[in-house]
């Protein structure tokens, strides 16, 4: 299958919050007022995936201000019709080539086996070391049943 990833744009929110809805409980969901704003104020740093210009995947994300040197995926999400054909990883690795990052962190719930199975074999195909740890604690969502965020860590990276 050929995709094709961009840039997201406002446009793209309405299909955007209908993959996320479609999608859950693999994925959260946020307000539309948030997919909105980052479509207007951080379109730099989220992208889309298309295929027959349907939106099959969305990546959220941000360069930290603390940490210039770093992008901060906050959130991916694959059509379930599409899952197993590498795009996660298409849309991570053009995270960090358009952003040109030498560290790629994102968290990830301890039951997410297929995210975590990626980004192993992200960093090992970077030749990047990986650290992980806590993030978020279960008590820091107040134990309502929001698992812990274990925050992966990848770099530094010489992305070719």
Request: glycine share 6%; with cysteine.
């Amino acid at each position: 299958m050929k995709f094709k990833i961009r840039k997201v744009t406002l446009q793209d929110i309405k299909e955007v919050y209908n993959l996320l809805a479609a999608n859950r409980p693999y994925v959260g969901l946020n307000s539309r007022y948030t997919y909105l704003l980052l479509a207007k104020d951080f379109s730099d740093t989220c992208l889309i995936a298309e295929y027959d210009k349907k939106v099959i995947a969305f990546s959220s994300g941000y360069i930290p201000p603390a940490r210039r040197d770093t992008f901060f995926s906050w959130e991916i999400v694959v059509h379930k019709d599409y899952r197993g054909n590498g795009l996660q990883l298409s849309l991570i690795r053009q995270h960090i080539k358009m952003t040109g990052a030498k560290f790629f962190e994102g968290t990830v719930n301890p039951s997410n086996e297929f995210c975590k199975d990626n980004l192993e074999k992200l960093a090992k195909s970077l030749g990047s070391k990986l650290r992980k740890r806590i993030l978020f604690s279960k008590e820091d969502f107040e134990n309502d049943g929001h698992e812990e965020e274990v925050l992966y860590r990848i770099g530094p990276i010489n992305f070719p």
